[in-house]
């Protein structure tokens, strides 16, 4: 079964910063892209950043040159180092992984239950 | 960046009725979009892919249709457990990925 387990969530001041892991099991982690998604209180989901099996990153413009992605194959984990936060990266991080393995095709087939990051004073 | 308006915004059904949501997108996504449902506390539920290929384990009554910038998914007899918030995301054009702003369903 695959499970995917986010932690490091906390709360920060404006301008600290925090450093989100997601641990997977029950799949061959190295064969598959995984991406970070968030969901601001009563707000819809949002895109955050992706990595893929050949160790592209992406992001949202919101978060690029502040946050980065990274993955390490021997602890199935990926990592999200998130600087300079504002109070609107106050969300539920949700890691997911990607519905095909070794692809880049960006749907969602698992996803963890998300960590909260709350941003403020 | 792809926009994804999604409508309406709240459907208000009871138990037992067709649901039909829409996503159109501003400009074209060929098939790739696809629709999870959400509810509070829960993670995100991949619902359909690639306009219209049902996720495993998901059941026949979630159906998806379109192509280009028109999608449409439809729920055929509501479930008590249906009851939730959908959102459509495109993977055509990226980064950035795209969300639609979501479609509450809610009991009437």
């Known amino acids: 079964e695959v499970q995917l387990v986010e932690s490091g969530g906390d709360l920060v001041q404006p301008g600290g910063s925090l450093r989100l892991s997601c641990s997977a099991s029950g799949f061959t982690f190295s064969t598959y892209g995984l991406t970070w998604v968030r969901q601001a209180p009563g707000k819809g989901l949002e895109w955050v950043s992706g990595i893929l099996t050949n160790f592209n990153t992406y992001y949202a413009d919101s978060v690029k040159g502040r946050f980065t992605i990274s993955r390490d194959n021997s602890k199935n984990t990926i990592y999200l180092q998130m600087n300079s936060l504002r109070a609107e990266d106050t969300a539920v991080y949700y890691c997911?992984?990607?519905?095909?393995?070794?692809?880049?095709?960006?749907?969602?087939?698992?996803w963890g239950q998300g960590t909260l990051v709350t941003v403020s004073s | 960046e792809t926009v994804l308006t999604q409508s309406p915004a709240t459907l208000s059904l009871s138990p037992g009725e067709r649901a039909t949501l829409s996503c159109r997108a501003s400009?074209?996504?060929?098939?790739?979009l696809a629709w999870y449902q959400k509810k509070p506390g829960q993670a995100p539920r991949l619902l359909i892919y690639d306009a219209s290929k049902r996720a495993t384990g998901i059941p026949p009554r979630f159906s998806g249709s379109g192509s280009g910038t028109d999608f449409t998914l439809t729920i055929s007899s509501l479930e008590t457990e249906d009851f939730a918030v959908y959102y459509c995301?495109?993977?055509?054009?990226?980064?950035?990925?795209?969300f639609g702003e979501g479609t509450r369903v809610e009991i009437k």
């Open positions: 995301q495109q993977r055509k054009s990226w980064p950035p990925l795209t």
């Open positions: 400009q074209s996504v060929d098939i790739y």
């Open positions: 997911a992984k990607l519905l095909s393995a070794g692809g880049s095709d960006m749907h969602f087939a698992q």
